[in-house]
């Protein structure tokens, strides 16, 4: 705020004070006037709205019951065009509570003065994403359709709150804000836009309201506010713009009137230490700024609590400490200077006689108490080039002090609105305002008469003028037109267009503002232009404005300031950037589609319950409702241009699905057709089709929704189908990808394998090349694995048995090794054979190996013999004759066989018994021993080589007792000659000839025994005198 310089401000306070509150946004957007349409919305963008169907249902069934009092479309009165049935039926549902009433989508909404149940949360679920007439007339029936029009069909909104001081624009504009606080989709961010959306109004209002005779809460200034929505329907920034603030109001109220309401806000509610700091009482009596009006208490406001709001409000928009305090100094300053005083000196000179109010306001407005008292007392004025200070006169004084006052508090509030739009300002920076869809809701004072009307009221009433216009235009005026355009039979209705009052207001040159801009040194004369009846009436320097709701007298007077020569500029200023700021404002909402909230005000006693006919009248008629509802009833409700219409609904019929090719008016034609419009519900217009029912239009919609499902299945499969497939396509690339990988990782494992393979080859044939050097690196591997390998293979296959002669051919480094190993293997065995035998088997075994020695590889029928086990004897005690056993006595007889012995010289066979003894051989024949042969006179043993049992035992002869060698045969010739070798220990004297054996017969004498193979044995004297022992073959030589 911009207060450093009082001086500065002063000047500019006798010249102008202006109003920077006029600025405006600019919008490009297209200007509509073919909007009486109902904004109809076109969707149920959110069809979750009804939490629980059984409560819905519940309410419904209760609030249908009391609405069928009356109608609740003033289109369903039977006698459409009778003001008494319309009054009457506003009546009916007013007695019921009902205060709300449509003409098709214009909601037509009466004050009640009392708080009804009617705005809980669950009725705004209860109108969330519900056509308009499937449930009883609401304003967020409204706010619902605007939201969705917004949504669906892309296309900035704006609400127009009308109606007279008093009759419940502003709850209305609240109400709409907290429908949508409520029912919008949020997230964090959101919430503390909503907030903020919804604090700014308690703020506002505590600065910009003050109780009036018509309103205790009247809405001194005009206030449009935009909110912003994103694309998902959120709402994520506002932004407000002001229209003249009634600033004379700051200094002055009439009797019954209030100053706004912040100033007893902060007297009654401030703690008691910031009223000191501000140097203020608790007392409101005590300022000339709030006394004038006598009305320091209202019932119906209780200022400590408003306070606290107020309060909170500001720090939740986030107004910091030092800015409230700020603000509050500047506040409590206009108190202040309310109480400046002054005294007059006879030369005409003013001087100021309240001291104590200069040293407050110099510290609260931080600036140097003389300047501000020389600031109060003079003016500059420019004299032949030069600045002069020229003294005022004590009225003079009081009238520079009043307009300082009122420009303060004017900034201030200037200021207000600049904040709480830099609060609401949406900051994403990617969210660029063209995304955003806005909602515009206007909300501006109302249309009031009082008894000194001055230039506030008239900008007041001007304003609410254009709105009436503007409601005229876009709807009875362009409604008609547009059937006139579009070739529509149409019956006009009449109307009264007030734009020639609009006219005579703003016209150039000739217009009221003009005239007041254009004659700045006399009161214009207004007076002389009315009739005499008029002029009986009327003070001199009055005028009368038939305004659309009623005439006003306005007093030039109050426009004027005699005692500021400077204003006359001020009032043109102002009144000129008035006209502008409206100009600006039709733009705005022209370029939006409108939804109309016309509100009603019952009484002029603000009581609940009272219907004061002839007041109700008058608005009906002055709002137009009567036109309104003609327009409507002989109207189409819904209109679009047929591509628009094509566009939305084209998916309902296959002939226009998804494309229609030819002409639009066919493809609407085609459209409406298989929807079963029927004639009398439609016409077609030149660009547009025109829809007599928003019932049609509604079930059109419905339709729309159930296709939209299939639609939207549709979609899902195709979508569903398309990222399964995208899906799959991914996970196929993937596990290629992962295949890929692996067989590389394989491949790659491959070639080490074989590389290493080749080389362990390539090693293997160096070291195989190399195998006959001595140990070297080519070599080592090579002979290690070779030595290897056969110790691998020799555990393998390591002889089982003592038997099993196989063994591994081993590697010349190894040959040493494995012959050791071998021997050990062989011993190891040996020895666990030997461990293992019994002794029976040993001595059996010791016996072979004898038998072994002898005649292995020297006797045919030796292997033969290997098998069958020896035995110990042949011949029990009991075959052998008992005198024979008696000769023998006890000695001990090892073995005893039966032989054949053959007579030396005639070669004959004789069955005798061979007995081995401990020390001598003893031949039996039956019970007498023929012959003892001891064993040392045996000089040795002869046998053939081939398979016959014949063997000779070769006896000394210097033994006189022996009869020479004895010719034995036997079938055991084996096992026989075995044991007596043992028993005799002659085994190295065993004689294995071939062919022939000779003997010793007696002295001298030799026999000769001639040994041939044959087919079979043969023993039989030759005739050479020699023994002929023909030994069969066996298969084994
Ligand atoms: N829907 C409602 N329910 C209950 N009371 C209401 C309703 N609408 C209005 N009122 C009462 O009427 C009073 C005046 O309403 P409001 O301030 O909205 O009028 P206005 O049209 O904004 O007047 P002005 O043009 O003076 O600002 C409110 O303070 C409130 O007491
Ligand atoms: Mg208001």
């Keep these: ?38 904004s109809l919305s076109l969707s149920h963008s959110h069809s979750q709205a009804v939490g629980s169907d059984g409560i819905r249902v519940m309410m419904e ?23 008494v049935a319309f009054i009457e039926n506003l009546r009916k549902r007013f007695k019921e509570n009902l205060i709300y009433t449509y003409i098709g989508s214009v909601l037509v909404s009466m004050n009640p003065y009392k708080e009804l149940e009617i705005y809980t949360k669950q009725h705004m679920e209860r109108y969330r994403g519900v056509n308009f007439y499937e449930v009883s007339p609401h304003i967020y029936a409204v706010a619902d359709n605007a939201y969705r029009s917004m949504r669906t069909e892309r296309r900035d909104q704006c609400i127009l709150i009308s109606g007279e001081s008093g009759a419940g624009k502003t709850e209305a504009s609240k109400k709409v804000l907290q429908y949508y606080a409520i029912t919008c989709p949020a997230n964090e961010h959101v919430q503390t836009v909503k907030d903020r959306l919804l604090q700014s109004n308690p703020v506002l209002e505590a600065f910009g309201n003050a109780k009036t005779l018509r309103n205790d809460n009247s809405s001194r200034f005009g206030k449009y506010m935009d909110i912003q929505f994103d694309f998902k329907g959120a709402p994520v920034g506002g932004h407000i713009l002001n229209y003249l603030l009634e600033k004379s109001r700051v200094v002055h109220q009439s009797h019954g009137e209030r100053n706004f309401h912040i100033f007893y806000q902060l007297i009654e509610g401030a703690e008691d230490d910031l009223l000191r700091r501000l140097g203020l009482e608790r007392n409101a009596q005590q300022y000339q700024y709030l006394v004038k009006g006598n009305c320091p208490k209202v019932s119906s406001i209780n200022d400590r609590n408003d306070w606290k709001t107020v309060r909170k409000a500001l720090s939740i928009i986030g107004f910091t400490e030092d800015e409230v305090e700020e603000l509050l100094n500047i506040i409590a300053s206009v108190l202040h200077l309310g109480n400046v005083q002054y005294g007059g000196e006879d030369s005409g000179c003013s001087y100021i006689t309240t001291e104590t109010q200069i040293k407050y306001l110099a510290r609260l407005l931080g600036v140097d108490g003389t300047v501000l008292k020389e600031a109060l007392t003079h003016k500059k004025i420019t004299a032949k080039g030069e600045e002069l200070m020229s003294p005022l006169n004590q009225e003079q004084a009081a009238s520079a002090r009043d307009a300082l006052s009122k420009a303060i508090y004017g900034r201030t509030f200037t200021w207000l609105v600049n904040k709480i739009n830099d609060s609401l300002a949406f900051k994403e920076e990617s969210f660029s305002s063209k995304n955003a869809s806005v909602i515009g809701l206007l909300d501006i004072y109302g249309f009031e008469v009082f008894q000194n009307n001055s230039f506030e009221q008239f900008c007041i009433n ?55 801009v254009s004659i700045p040194q006399h009161s214009p004369s207004f007076h002389k232009l009315a009739d005499g009846k008029t002029r009986k009436v009327m003070g001199r320097e009055e005028f009368r404005l038939s305004h659309y709701a009623g005439e006003v007298n306005y007093n030039v007077n109050g426009f004027l300031d005699k005692n500021n020569d400077l204003l006359f500029r001020n009032l043109k200023e102002a009144a000129t950037q008035f006209k502008n700021s409206l100009a600006k404002l039709m733009e705005i909402l022209m370029s939006k589609e409108p939804s109309y ?16 006919e002839v007041l109700i009248r008058h608005q009906v008629k002055y709002l137009g409702l009567m036109e309104n509802l003609r327009v409507r009833r002989a109207g189409f409700a819904y209109r679009r241009r047929y591509e628009t219409f094509l566009q939305r609904y084209k998916s309902l019929c296959p002939d226009t699905w998804p494309n229609w090719d030819g002409r639009l008016v066919d493809g609407v034609s085609t459209l409406v057709k298989h929807l079963g419009y029927k004639p009398e519900e439609y016409k077609l217009g030149r660009t547009k089709i025109f829809i007599r029912f928003p019932k049609t239009l509604f079930a059109t919609e419905d339709a729309l929704e159930v296709r939209k499902h299939s639609l939207a299945t549709q979609l899902q499969s195709s979508w569903k189908g398309y990222s399964q497939k995208n899906k799959y396509q991914k996970m196929r690339q993937a596990a290629i990808r992962v295949q890929a990988w692996w067989r590389g990782i394989l491949a790659r494992r491959e070639a080490k394998r074989r590389r290493e393979a080749a080389n362990t080859i390539r090693r293997f044939i160096k070291g195989f090349i190399y195998r006959h050097q001595p140990r070297c690196p080519e070599n080592e591997y090579f002979l290690d694995y070779v030595r290897y390998s056969f110790l691998m293979k020799l555990h393998r296959s390591l002889p089982k048995t003592v038997l099993d002669k196989s063994w591994p051919t081993p590697p010349p480094a190894l040959v040493e090794a494995s012959e050791q190993l071998r021997k050990l293997c062989m011993q190891n065995m040996v020895w666990k054979y030997c461990k293992s035998i019994s002794p029976e088997w040993k001595h059996q075994l010791e016996q072979k190996m004898v038998a072994s020695e002898i005649f292995k590889d020297k006797k045919d029928n030796y292997p033969q013999s290997v098998s069958k086990l020896f035995v110990n004897t042949r011949l029990n005690g009991e075959d052998i004759n008992p005198k024979v056993l008696q000769t023998l006595g006890n000695e001990k007889m090892k073995y005893a066989v039966s032989i054949t012995k053959y007579d030396r010289k005639g070669y004959k066979a004789r069955n005798r018994q061979l007995l081995l003894m401990a020390d001598s051989a003893v031949i039996v024949e039956e019970a007498k021993v023929k012959q003892r042969i001891d064993y040392n006179s045996l000089k040795g043993i002869s046998v053939s080589s081939l398979s016959d049992g014949m063997f000779v035992f070769h006896v000394a002869c210097e033994d006189n007792k022996q009869k020479g060698d004895v010719v034995l045969q036997n079938e055991h010739v084996i096992e026989t000659i075995t044991k007596v070798a043992i028993c005799a220990d002659k085994i190295n004297s065993i004689n294995i000839t071939q062919g ?26 030759a005739k050479n005198g020699h023994l002929s022992v023909t030994a069969p073959r066996l298969n084994s030589r």
């Design 462 to 516: 001007y304003c609410n003028e254009k709105l009436q216009q503007l409601f005229i235009e876009l709807t009875l005026k362009s409604e008609q037109d547009e059937y006139e355009a579009e070739g529509i039979t149409w019956e006009p209705v009449q109307y009264f267009n007030n734009k020639i009052i609009c006219d005579l207001v703003e016209e150039k040159f000739k217009g009221i503002i003009s005239i007041l």
């Design 996 to 1021: 022939s054996i000779k003997f010793d017969v007696a002295q001298g004498k030799e026999g000769i025994i001639d040994f041939t193979s044959g087919s079979e044995l043969l023993i039989a004297k």
């Design 597 to 612: 909230v016309r509100c009603i005000k019952p009484n002029d006693a603000k009581q609940a319950g009272r219907f004061d």
């Design 1 to 38: 705020m911009d207060l450093s310089n009082i001086t500065d401000l002063m000047r500019k306070t006798q010249a102008s004070i202006d109003e920077k509150g006029f600025l405006f946004k600019s919008t490009d957007a297209v200007v509509n006037p073919l909007s009486l349409s109902l």
């Design 61 to 83: 069934s209760a609030l249908t019951a009391r609405d069928r009092v009356g109608v609740q479309d003033f289109v369903l009165l039977e006698n459409h065009t009778s003001e």
